[in-house]
């Protein structure tokens, strides 16, 4: 018997099962997207002699309306009922920022109950490694203003305990934002437990200034993604212009990773990743360095 022309227990097949079908009967959540845009800018140096240094940023829209009005968040808006959830996002990010037509890739979903004031919204959330470079940012629809933050990341407290029946991990971290104008910070609590088999994860806001909604867990939630994927992806080359300097992509590396890494080692590790150029830096004050560039046959490689 064709599935179609099964009945159920109420002796209905399926065509007629949708024909009475009353979509009301369970609540309706909203579903909003929020994406989190990163990228790794120089920072202006006073001796035009030293390399400049380098800085993670993640880009913010200020709220042009309630809830959270004056307040920063991560470009995102409602989910259309007839648009696809990774269509919303890139509508979402347009009409906010001007970006269009950069690779994203989901990161987690959030669905705690009060962490919209309007209603009950469930939030996907996306991420991106950008290269500014090549973006015209600019603020529309509901956002007053678009801007690049840099991203300060730090443990603050770590301790572990053991339990009755296994063992708990507690760190606090603290989140810090800032541009040429404002400050932004946030702290967030994990409790990592183990019991057997069992191991749940709890985050938690312990306190956000400036910062709208629950986006200060989305933040600290990509950055230890992102800190993940470096290690095992390409990712990172998303960040990078065309061509590149060996020491500008490790700078990369130790921003993203917050440690330094030893250049004989780190340099082993991404040799498959590169090709060598037969271009050199032009940089007034440097000693000329071989450019580099990323080896896109790296993936298709048996």
Request: hydrophobic share 40%.
């Amino acid at each position: 018997m064709s599935p179609k022309n099964a009945v159920d227990r109420n002796g209905l097949t399926e065509q007629k099962f949708l024909e009475v079908y009353d979509a009301g009967t369970f609540e309706h959540p909203s579903v909003t997207v929020d994406m989190l845009i990163f990228t790794v800018l120089n920072r202006a140096q006073d001796n035009y002699r030293k390399l400049p240094d380098k800085s993670l940023q993640l880009l913010l829209i200020k709220r042009g309306e309630h809830p959270f009005l004056g307040q920063w968040a991560l470009p995102g808006g409602f989910v259309a009922v007839s648009e696809s959830i990774e269509a919303a996002a890139r509508r979402e990010l347009y009409s906010e920022t001007n970006i269009d037509n950069i690779y994203m890739e989901q990161l987690y979903t959030w669905g705690d109950v009060n962490r919209d004031p309007r209603t009950r919204v469930i939030s996907c959330s996306y991420m991106a490694l950008v290269d500014r470079s090549t973006l015209n940012v600019q603020a529309g629809d509901d956002a007053d203003e678009a801007a690049w933050f840099e991203v300060g990341y730090e443990v603050i407290e770590e301790f572990r305990r053991e339990t009755a029946d296994g063992s708990e991990l507690e760190r606090l971290l603290r989140i810090s934002l800032s541009s040429e104008t404002d400050s932004l910070s946030g702290t967030v609590r994990i409790l990592e437990s183990v019991q057997g088999h069992v191991r749940q994860l709890k985050r938690e806001i312990v306190e956000s200034n400036g910062i709208a909604f629950d986006h200060v867990l989305m933040i600290q939630y990509a950055i230890e993604r992102l800190r993940g994927k470096v290690e095992y992806t390409d990712i990172i080359f998303n960040l990078m212009p065309p061509l590149f300097t060996l020491s500008e992509l490790q700078r990369v590396y130790e921003i993203i990773l917050g440690k330094e890494l030893l250049a004989a080692a780190f340099r082993r590790k991404i040799a498959d990743a590169v090709t060598e150029t037969e271009e050199f830096t032009k940089d007034a004050g440097h000693r000329p360095s071989k450019l580099y560039r990323y080896n896109q046959l790296r993936n298709f490689m048996p």
